[in-house]
């Protein structure tokens, strides 16, 4: 007999996290996330001050068969003057019936929470988070902050009638499989700039928090068009922007600033999953925080996590000449390859420039919706 849970203890929350791990167990491209983050995401993030989720296991018998989290994001609905609801954090096995409980489940409770627009996932809170279901590209594992998921799940969201909202691009650079008559071309761009005073240099570590506080007013200028975004609050992006401090490299974080306003920023991180890969479980202690700390030094990739210009500054090229300057630094690092993305399907601007400096399409995500 099923029967569903909705997630109201510390027990049912670690089986919450740790059910992915029984459910990919033998697929060599499952990366675990980290438990500590999952829970820190899941109960202490900053969202939870405005807005509210409900995780729910689904059972059969004693044995745990998938889970969902229903998503109410206040901000999101604010800002898009919506009403619409998400559902994330996703995972089940092969069986339509199972998924459809788990999916009646999540709107239910958005429902019962005033919702009337649409439900739209998979989504972990909001486009600023993980978010989109992998349907090209199974054949390697994710890089850092990336989802990952089975080969049947797109089956499963559109045997319940989601349809497609938006497709999301994943990007990769293998090697030296780039034309350097691009980079040059990047050289010449940067010129043109010049001459409007517009320059690209790398972040400063030293004054972190003041380029935080610039960097964030341009996050949430740059992205303000994007389907599903949400503007992070100073609290939201000081809580992604710790994080992020632990793993940056300077020499992959570039900006973009006119007599000193920022006017665009790009970052790269390492890409940590070739370390926390083999972390069992996704647990720190006791030796997966030693994998993490000693093996950073063995990453041989990095992730293209951001690049934004805000408008009135964007078709100078600002957006070519900071994907130039990391795959600069990438090559003289002599990393093996970089990923750029996700980038959304229609963003030409972005993709025509990734495209000129050899960028190969190698992922493809989807965010799907369904009127409720």
């Not at 167990?25 to 405005?50: C, M, W």
């Not at 998924?99 to 627009?117: P, R, S």
């Not at 229609?346 to 799907?368: S, T």
Request: hydrophobic share 40%.
């Amino acid at each position: 007999m099923r029967n569903i849970v909705a997630v109201s203890n510390k027990k049912q929350l670690g089986q919450f996290i740790d059910f992915p791990h029984d459910l990919y167990k033998g697929d060599s491209n499952y990366v675990p996330e980290l438990f500590i983050a999952q829970r820190d995401l899941l109960t202490t993030h900053p969202f939870h001050k405005h807005s509210s989720l409900q995780c729910f296991l689904l059972f059969e018998g004693d044995k745990i068969i998938g889970r969902i989290a229903a998503i109410l994001n206040n901000n999101y609905n604010v800002f898009n003057s919506a009403n619409d609801g998400f559902f994330g954090f996703f995972d089940c096995i092969n069986d339509q019936e199972a998924a459809n409980l788990l999916f009646d489940t999540a709107t239910k409770w958005l429902k019962d929470k005033g919702v009337t627009g649409a439900i739209i996932g998979p989504v972990n809170f909001s486009t600023n988070e993980s978010c989109g279901l992998l349907i090209e590209g199974f054949d390697s594992p994710p890089v850092v902050m990336m989802p990952y998921n089975a080969t049947y799940y797109p089956a499963l969201m559109e045997g319940w009638k989601l349809n497609k909202k938006v497709d999301l691009i994943a990007w990769k650079f293998n090697g030296d499989n780039y034309d350097d008559r691009s980079v040059k071309l990047m050289d010449r761009l940067e010129e043109r700039l010049n001459r409007n005073n517009i320059t690209i240099r790398k972040i400063n570590m030293k004054n972190f928090k003041q380029e935080a506080a610039n960097l964030r007013e341009v996050y949430n200028k740059a992205w303000d068009k994007n389907a599903g975004f949400v503007p992070l609050n100073d609290e939201e992006f000081d809580y992604q922007a710790k994080d992020l401090k632990l793993v940056l490299d300077p020499d992959f974080c570039f900006v973009a600033e006119q007599d000193g306003k920022l006017v665009g920023f790009g970052a790269a991180i390492p890409d940590m999953n070739q370390i926390q890969i083999k972390i069992k479980k996704g647990r720190l202690l006791p030796t997966g925080i030693f994998k993490l700390l000693f093996g950073k030094k063995n990453v041989k990739g990095i992730r293209i996590l951001l690049l934004g210009v805000v408008d009135g500054y964007r078709k100078m090229g600002i957006e070519a000449c900071i994907y130039g300057s990391i795959i600069k630094s990438y090559k003289a690092k002599k990393f093996e390859y970089a990923v750029a993305g996700w980038t959304l399907e229609h963003n030409d601007l972005v993709n025509n420039a990734i495209i000129a400096i050899k960028g190969d399409r190698y992922k493809k995500y989807r965010i799907y919706e369904k009127a409720i």
